[in-house]
């Protein structure tokens, strides 16, 4: 029994050490661009030209391991799988909206639920419902690429981070407040503006491209910022701003129902059945009685 | 054709932006990829998929796009032909013909990835795709056929409430008013993952045996998986840190290939213990295989021959050799089958026609879409 | 085959058990047929057959079940449904996959079976149940019985020796109802299954059946026979035996073809005896009042297209003040669009609709349906409130009205229609009759003169179906004007004023029910199948013939 309790506590330690390790990589793929004019002027071209794919592989790399430490327990029972499939389905659809919809560009509903569903069902169901939402909506309309692993990493860590704000609201006694929702909407808008910097990243090298030429030698950190700077808001500061104001806005306006019910469902999700069956032995017992208890999760 | 044929091919494809930036390559695996998309396309008896977009139209959107950025914010070149006051920040300066061309070419190797791609969503199916997920994440898989399934039916849920508010007087007005279609789809689609989850446990889905009881049974197992993937973790940690470092690079690549060799491992060990068959085995046919051939054989002179290109610091033609353009044409064979707007063309092959699967009620016979079962 | 002794089952958080001390016996290659009314535990007894319940519902179990030897609530529903094959009301809410095979193959793939023997199953299943032709079809192009037969043969991949079914028909209509309950005699009968069927429809079943089992809810007990014995003591019973308990036949007939004999002999003397007159056109008594009433919602030669077929052509229809008029006609007639051009949710290319004079062709829906309430197929579209009054408060709020301006008080209407005690409550945890009424006071909340039903009767056991009968008859005697889409016949002899049949998106005849309903064979009664001519059509209208 003990032995099974340290296996179980080594395994508790590791997740959190997977967690810490794929946060650095990701760190380091998304400064990575930065380094590139001063790596092509210390004569490292080679680096450069694969530079799209070096990310694209790191971001695999992440995007796997924690792929595998979500899975276990967020898919671990029928009705998880299925809650799961359902609100990636569901999200899917919502991200049909966004092309459907004219009128804001860069808006996009997927947020809304990637972040509530985190919130409520908890991080590794976050993940898996951020990355696979992308996932799938990638396969229905062929959003496939290169890209995808890098896109499928960034939505799960939206997902993934969102019972931070739980933590947060805890701290402050601001659960079942308004401030609840203003915690929410403020992490949605954080998101909403990053996700499409760090999406810029991964274009970005092809964008500036590998060039020795391009740099005149002892460019550094400073004019790359400058220029990714351009580059952020020439392609993406007013989608990203769309996409923030509109996930606030649909958090502000959606987040207490939705919370409401996707809470109500938690209860018949999210419980255990323990003890109970064990007490049945073929026939030994013309009334025995076997509880199955639920523990509420929320 | 077989998946694998069609994996093969967009590698191949996808293969030419990665390692060449010659103007002249590209455009010709950008036709050639538009080609077969377009072929593909014409073959789906349904019309073109939701939010599709072409290829051809994203190309005409993404070249000038680039050209734009980097006309504007670099200042490289040597033939200036307009010069900005230099008071405008970032875009003050002179303007080049060689900033322009390198932009356009950045364009046209985003244009010419997402044209190899969008012939991977219009060929495989969902499902097939889907199929050719690793073995460890056979969960996911599960998950991910759900939601694909899901998908058309909350389509029409959506559409179902849509008229249910429409005639309780409901008009749409603003953001608020996405509430009533939203919540009666988001519980209707709660209440069905419940039903779903009953019906998936009443026919054995592995609820006892994954989860709580399997991490018992496994701890010991998974905790060498999770040791081992960490050690991976750091390994990739550590060489994309030497990377960055002007001396590390020797470093590097063992340790990335060390971390990958790690994850492969994870994921092959997990995938050793879930325990599933799979139903649908598609068919290699003899077309798989020339395709399969020719779409390595396509990118081999490129490889050998390596014609980069730039257009800095002054402007001239890229180089040509005809017999990587000529290699380029071996993908165009997948284009050529079938009874779309190419095949049945000037070019066509007149091939046998082969409805994909899944959009021909009529096609009731196994068969179809390269699939067969062998029957006992 | 499977042994139940003194089962006792109490949900969590529940007051009241779901089942109490129930016990009975099924032998190999019987067909039980399970009844009672909605909530009274049925779902949950078939559910503990193959241990979903309490394995995936939590709750507390006891007493002893044994199926096919073992227990389900000691080896679990993966254990079990390789001895049971557990098929549910809703066809589309079981499918994962989006193709027959892959679907049937599912459960194969999960037990990790070596693919051999996988695609001799998959054959196998397609065989029984008639699918081969289906086979590489995506699910959502099969009609609602195509479905559930997939749905049969996903779950008998596995070959399980029992297949429990939990209202399979409820949400088909009659012909796919029949091919369904077909199938599933054809396993009994073929294969020698034991079959454990739910059903509210007892003469759809009864003819299959050797066994009934009766579970009343509460604490009453349940009662398990043939269904001689079992329709005889319960008052749910088909309308042939209800006439001959009447009539004190013995045996008392349960199907068709029992009570025949009965009648053959007698028949022409029986029609004899009455006078012909009255008989082969009986005039309902409130059919008199509502004779000259006010013609209130006209459609002119309507032609209407529905994704870019045309499905009702130059139809005329004329929906009076107090009077209640049923459409009935099969899959694909164009009911359905006919009801949406009505209240403008499909316009039509011709024609016109006219509400009480005023032409409303192209009329907004929202302003439409203030006063022409239409309610869906589904209400759950309806609903997403968190408690019952709110929904009749978020139409009031879309069409502008005050609270305090209501035509009618919320409160009142929700009494009404007998939800007083629910006005808190949240809609989706209510049955389906009652979501129904919700659905219905949240469309009529406006207080309008015409209420259109699209296939109110699906998944209504018999009591929820009286219920809606009467608040149908009761919206007539407001003066509402009432058309009302079923298939089912039963309650269309109930309530009709007037029939109109369609066909091919043109009505093809119309009248009074007695000529209209009786007279074709499709749509008759169970009673006016068993007196042809005669000209009845529900037991009231027998007995008052023949008992005067």
């Known amino acids: 029994m003990a032995a099974r309790k340290a296996v179980r506590s080594t395994a508790n330690a590791l997740r959190w050490v997977v967690y810490g390790l794929t946060s650095l990589i990701g760190v380091v793929a998304f400064l990575y661009p930065f380094f590139i004019p001063s790596l092509t002027s210390s004569g490292g071209l080679a680096h450069a030209v694969d530079s799209p794919l070096f990310l694209g592989l790191l971001g695999g790399f992440s995007l796997v391991a924690l792929l595998l430490e979500a899975q276990g327990e967020a898919t671990s029972d029928a009705k998880r799988t299925a809650l799961l499939g359902v609100l990636v389905g569901l999200n899917a659809v919502l991200g049909f909206l966004e092309t459907a919809i004219p009128g804001p560009g860069g808006f996009s509903p997927t947020f809304f639920l990637i972040i509530l569903g985190g919130y409520v069902y908890g991080g590794r169901f976050g993940f898996l419902l951020g990355s696979l939402t992308l996932f799938v909506s990638a396969l229905i309309t062929g959003g496939i690429g290169p890209w995808l692993p890098y896109r499928m990493l960034v939505a799960g860590w939206i997902g993934l981070g969102a019972p931070l704000v739980l933590a947060l609201s805890r701290a402050f006694h601001a659960q079942g407040t308004r401030w609840e929702l203003v915690l929410l909407a403020g992490y949605g808008a954080v998101w909403g503006l990053a996700f499409g910097a760090l999406m810029d990243l991964w274009f970005w090298p092809f964008a500036i491209g590998p060039d020795t030429q391009h740099w005149q030698p002892g460019v550094g950190l400073g004019e790359t910022l400058q220029r990714f700077l351009a580059f952020y808001i020439a392609t993406s500061l007013i989608w990203d701003a769309m996409r923030a104001v509109g996930t606030v806005a649909m958090i502000l306006l959606f987040g207490a129902p939705t919370v409401r019910t996707l809470r109500r469902f938690a209860r018949r999700f999210f419980f255990t059945v323990a003890a109970g069956p064990a007490a049945y032995v073929a026939g030994e017992r013309a009334a025995a009685s076997g509880t199955a208890t639920r523990e509420a999760r929320g | 054709m077989h998946p694998l044929a069609w994996f093969l091919w967009i590698a191949a494809a996808a293969l030419v932006p990665l390692a060449t930036r010659n103007p002249l390559y590209l455009v010709i695996d950008f036709a050639v990829t538009c080609v077969v998309a377009d072929a593909v396309r014409g073959q789906l008896p349904q019309g073109p998929l939701p939010a599709f977009v072409s290829p051809v139209r994203f190309g005409l959107f993404a070249v000038p796009a680039g050209a734009l950025f980097n006309v504007l914010t670099s200042h490289v070149g040597e033939a200036v032909f307009l010069r900005l006051p230099d008071a405008i920040p970032l875009i003050g300066g002179p303007l080049t013909v060689e900033s322009l061309v390198y932009g356009a070419i950045n364009g046209l190797i985003l244009a010419t990835l997402f044209s190899a791609f969008a012939v991977l969503t219009l060929a495989v199916p969902v499902r097939d795709l889907i199929a050719y997920l690793p073995r460890a994440f056979y969960p996911i898989a599960v998950v991910s056929a759900i939601a694909a399934t899901f998908v058309p039916s909350s389509l029409r849920q959506f559409q179902q409430v849509r008229e249910a508010q429409a005639i309780r007087g409901y008009r749409m007005r603003g953001l608020r008013d996405w509430l009533p279609l939203f919540m009666p789809v988001l519980i209707g689609g709660l209440e069905r993952a419940l039903q779903l989850a009953e019906a998936m446990t009443a026919r054995g889905f592995a609820s006892d045996e994954s989860g709580e009881q399997a991490s018992k049974r496994n701890g010991g197992r998974t905790v060498v998986s999770q040791l081992v993937l960490t050690g991976g973790l750091l390994c990739v940690l550590a060489g994309g840190v030497m990377r960055l470092l002007p001396q590390g690079s020797a470093v590097s690549l063992p340790l990335l290939l060390a971390g990958s060799l790690a994850t492969a491992w994870v994921v092959w060990r997990v995938g050793s213990q879930v325990r599933y068959t799979r139903y649908r085995r598609p068919v290699w046919a003899g077309i798989d295989s020339a395709v399969a051939v020719l779409s390595v054989l396509a990118v081999i002179p490129l490889l050998v021959l390596a014609h980069d290109y730039s257009p800095y610091p002054r402007l001239s033609p890229p180089a040509f050799d005809l017999r990587v353009g000529i290699a380029f044409l071996g993908l165009l064979v997948p284009g050529l089958r079938g009874t779309g707007p190419l095949g049945s063309g000037p070019l066509g092959s007149g091939g046998d026609r082969r409805c994909p699967s899944g959009h021909s009620p009529e096609l009731g016979t196994i068969g179809h879409s390269g699939e067969q079962h062998d029957h006992v | ?548």
């Not at chain 3, 016990?23 to 067909?31: K, M, N, P």
């Not at chain 3, 809410?93 to 793939?109: G, K, P, S, T, Y």
């Not at chain 3, 301006?405 to 939800?419: I, K, Q």
């Not at chain 3, 269309?492 to 066909?503: C, K, N, P, Q, Y």
């Open chain 3, 1 to 548: 085959m499977i042994t139940c002794e003194r089962v006792s089952f109490r949900y969590p958080d529940a007051a009241q058990p779901a089942l109490s001390d129930v016990s009975f016996t099924v032998s190999e290659g019987d067909f039980v047929v399970v009844v009672g009314p909605s909530g009274a535990g049925k779902s949950t007894l078939l559910r503990s057959l193959n241990g979903l319940v309490p394995h995936f519902t939590g709750g507390t179990f006891s007493g002893r079940l044994v199926v096919d030897g073992f227990e389900p609530v000691a080896v679990g529903p993966q254990r079990m449904c390789r001895h049971v094959g557990f098929v549910f009301q809703d066809p589309e809410a079981q499918f994962v996959m989006d193709r027959v095979e892959d679907e049937i193959a599912f459960a194969l793939e999960n037990a990790a079976m070596a693919p051999q023997e996988m695609r001799s199953r998959v054959e196998e299943v397609l065989g029984l149940l008639e699918l081969a032709s289906l086979r590489g079809r995506t699910l959502a192009t099969l009609s609602g019985g195509e479905k559930q037969r997939v749905a049969i043969a996903a779950a008998l991949a596995l070959r399980p020796r029992v297949l429990v079914l939990d209202e399979p028909t409820s949400q088909l209509d009659p012909q796919s109802a029949e091919d369904v309950l077909t199938a599933v005699a054809r396993l009994n009968v073929e294969a020698g299954l034991t079959i454990v069927l739910a059903e509210h429809r007892l003469e759809r079943v009864l003819s299959f059946a050797n066994r009934v089992i009766f579970v009343p809810g509460g604490a009453a007990p349940v009662i398990a026979g043939s269904p001689r014995e079992v329709v005889a003591s319960i008052a749910l019973a088909p309308p042939v035996s209800k006439l001959g308990k009447a009539l004190g036949w013995s045996p008392l007939p349960v199907t068709l073809e029992e009570a025949q004999p009965f009648v053959a002999g007698s028949l022409p003397e029986i029609l004899g005896g009455v006078s012909s007159g009255t008989l082969t056109a009986p005039i309902p008594a409130s059919d008199a009042g509502h004779a000259s009433s006010a013609t209130y919602l006209v459609a002119e030669s309507l032609d209407v297209a529905y994704t870019g077929q045309r499905v009702v052509s130059d139809v005329s229809l004329t929906l009076s003040r107090g009077e209640v008029t049923v459409l009935m006609g099969r899959n694909g007639a164009g009911k359905s669009t006919l009801l949406k051009s009505l209240v403008g949710l499909v316009r039509p290319e011709r024609g016109r609709v006219r509400l009480d004079g005023r032409d409303i062709t192209a009329a907004p829906v929202a302003e439409i349906c203030r006063d022409v309430a239409y309610l869906p197929q589904d209400p759950n579209a309806l609903l997403f409130a968190e408690t019952v009054v709110e929904e009749l408060h978020i139409t009031l709020r879309n069409h502008g009205i005050a609270l305090s301006a209501a035509p009618v008080p919320p409160e009142v209407l929700l009494g009404r229609l007998g939800l007083a005690d629910k006005v808190a409550a949240y809609p989706r945890d209510l049955s389906v009759g009652e979501r129904q009424r919700v659905a219905l006071a949240a469309i009529m909340v406006t207080e309008p003169g015409v209420l259109l039903l699209d296939e109110p009767t699906r998944g209504l056991d018999y009591e929820a179906k009286a219920r809606l009968a009467d608040l149908i008859r009761q919206a007539r005697d407001a003066r509402l004007a009432v058309l009302l889409v079923t298939h089912d016949v039963e309650l269309a002899a109930a309530v009709a004023d007037r029939v109109v049949l369609m066909g091919d998106g043109r009505i093809v005849a119309q009248g009074d029910p007695y000529t209209v309903l009786a007279g074709s064979t499709g749509f008759a009664t169970q009673i006016a199948r068993l007196f042809p001519g005669a000209g009845w059509l529900t037991v009231e209208d027998a007995l008052k013939a023949l008992k005067p």
